[in-house]
């Protein structure tokens, strides 16, 4: 006997032809929702009753773009078949209708050259008219309603994450660095610190073996008049900033540290730094890029006095 599929929060995602489902669903896709475009809800049972990938969460949101281009699209036996998956399943189904005024719609078209899928050969107005005729049973039956007649893709982009990125969706894999600038600067990062003003344990014989994981080494660090107050500064800075590289929909965030040789420096200030954003309630991942280098005194220059 088969098992039944696990309740899941699914939206539908339907609207007028050039309304911006296409941005809808790559925003809801950057946020964590698994996304699949254009199946017929004859599909839909199988879909959800297939083990997600290994390392994927079952209550994954799932989002379905569903259009006039949809395979035997029929909004009535559509509304019909929400209510028969809520009644079975139990899965919380909520239908977003993208609206778009039919100048805009005009405009977009003419704009892309592209033609609409119901006015193939003729002006894409009596496309417009048709699809709002037709669509008409999903967009009263719909319990969200975006219209898009004078937001940007970015704009909507926004709207979208601010309604749909829930907890624990969204959140940028933020990873903190260290590197030494004597092997070059780190690619693909979003922000460099210099620790290089900080004095420089390479230059006390009983330190240079250790690395910046090592305590006395960090207590050396540490004990830097300056280091107090540029750590604060720094932790300030991306716990303001990383937030709002969320809001803009950034995957990625990488924020490098460098020392010169980059084994002790840029090593305790990563450890601590990651630490600290913890705190926070960031997730941070944490890479030395440069942490088995040996120890060479012509990469770290002349001691400085502090």
């Known amino acids: 006997m088969s098992t039944p599929p696990r309740p899941r929060n699914i939206l539908l995602v339907t609207g007028m032809s050039g309304a911006g489902k296409s941005t809808v669903l790559r925003t809801l896709e950057d946020l964590g929702w698994e996304v699949v475009d254009n199946l017929p809800l004859l599909l839909l049972d199988r879909l959800l009753a297939t083990a997600l990938p290994e390392g994927e969460s079952e209550d994954r949101p799932l989002a379905l773009g569903i259009g006039t281009r949809t395979r035997a699209f029929d909004p009535e036996r559509i509304v019909r078949r929400i209510r ?3 009644a079975e399943h139990g899965h919380d189904i909520g239908t977003l209708f993208l609206d778009c005024s039919g100048g805009e719609l005009e405009r977009r078209y003419s704009e892309t050259r592209r033609r609409h899928p119901l006015a193939v050969d003729r002006p894409a107005s ?18 969200r309603l975006i219209d898009t007649s004078t937001l940007s893709a970015n704009a909507l982009a926004q709207e979208v994450r601010a309604s749909f990125s829930g907890p624990g969706l969204g959140e940028p894999v933020l990873t903190i660095q260290s590197f030494g600038y004597a092997r070059g600067l780190p690619r693909g990062a979003d922000m ?3 620790m290089r003003f900080l004095r420089n344990p390479h230059w006390v014989d009983a330190l240079r073996p250790g690395t910046g994981r090592d305590a006395a080494v960090s207590a050396y660090v540490m004990g830097d008049p300056a280091y107090a107050e540029a750590f604060a500064g720094i932790a300030h800075l991306l716990e303001l900033l990383i937030p709002r590289f969320r809001a803009e929909g950034k995957s990625y965030v990488t924020v490098a540290f460098g020392c010169t040789g980059g084994r002790h420096r840029s090593v305790h200030v990563a450890e601590a730094m990651a630490a600290r954003l913890r705190e ?22 002349k001691p400085v006095a502090h």
């Open 84 to 86: 028969l998956l809520r």
């Open 126 to 143: 009596d496309g417009i008219a048709r699809e709002r005729d037709l669509l008409a049973p999903l967009r009263r039956w719909a319990n």
């Open 192 to 194: 460099v610190f210099d």
């Open 280 to 301: 926070a309630g960031f997730s941070p991942t944490v890479k030395h890029r440069d942490l088995g280098s040996a120890p060479q005194d012509s990469l770290e220059g």
